[in-house]
């Protein structure tokens, strides 16, 4: 079974600096997606990121860029000038590319962004 | 246009008594998922509509748990004899693309059972 793993519960940050939100999993499957979702206080999840796994290059949206390293089963999430409308859970979702619907999130790290 | 609409945006309700959640997809959007997010947790799949398939159900945790979808609209998640530690967020997302990761959710249904 695939678990995804998010081993701070919380992270907190300066505002303007970098901050990085860890996140590993387990698969045994070669083809995959790794997403970072955004969680505010509304409820309202937001996709952040997407990295394909057959994808060398990491990918980067504007402030948020991702470490992908596939032989370690590790896809961490650094947030650069980090902003207070930044503050939110961060969720890692693993999603297997024969799978269809099923994405499988882990914990979530509750981000704080001090001013 | 408007994005996922949930309703109603809290729900209490007694043990044992029947709920019907309410999702209104993008338009246009042929995918639908109903996540449930229990406190501090993160996200479990419930169910997966794409358009008239047959809808993927094995996320369902019980028999008390049924959803419906019609066509490319309206989604109801109905959960029969509520029980405490059905009390979470449902969240319902949509998609444009079958099987693609959801990126439009809505603000989900925070449901207490007491």
Same mark, same amino acid.
């Given at each position: 079974a695939q678990t995804v793993t998010q081993s701070q519960p919380e992270?907190?940050?300066?505002e303007a600096e970098t901050v990085t939100l860890s996140c590993t999993y387990d698969t045994s499957e070669s083809d995959y997606y790794l997403f970072w979702y955004k969680q505010p206080p509304s409820r309202q999840m937001i996709l952040v990121i997407r990295q394909e796994a057959y994808k060398q290059q990491n990918a980067t949206e504007n402030r948020f860029s991702v470490n992908f390293q596939k032989a370690a089963k590790s896809f961490s999430l650094k947030i650069s000038d980090s902003q207070l409308g930044d503050a939110a859970m961060y969720f890692c979702a693993y999603k297997p590319e024969t799978s269809g619907s099923r994405l499988t999130f882990g914990e979530g790290t509750q981000l704080t962004v001090n001013p | 246009g408007a994005g996922v609409s949930q309703s109603p945006s809290n729900k209490v309700t007694e043990k044992g008594k029947d709920v019907e959640l309410r999702c209104d997809p993008i338009?246009?959007?042929?995918?639908l998922y109903?996540? &449930?997010? &229990? !406190?501090?947790?993160? !996200?479990e799949f419930l169910i997966y509509f794409q358009g008239n398939s047959a809808p993927d159900k094995s996320g369902l945790p019980s028999d008390r748990f049924s959803a419906e979808r019609t066509g490319e609209s309206v989604s109801t998640l109905t959960i029969q004899r509520t029980q405490q530690e059905d009390s979470a967020v449902y969240l319902c997302a949509s998609s444009l693309v079958p099987l693609y990761p959801p990126g439009d959710f809505g603000s989900g249904t925070r449901l207490t059972v007491v």
């Open positions: 992270m907190s940050v300066q | 338009s246009g959007h042929t995918a109903w996540y &449930r997010q &229990r !406190l501090g947790q993160g !996200l």
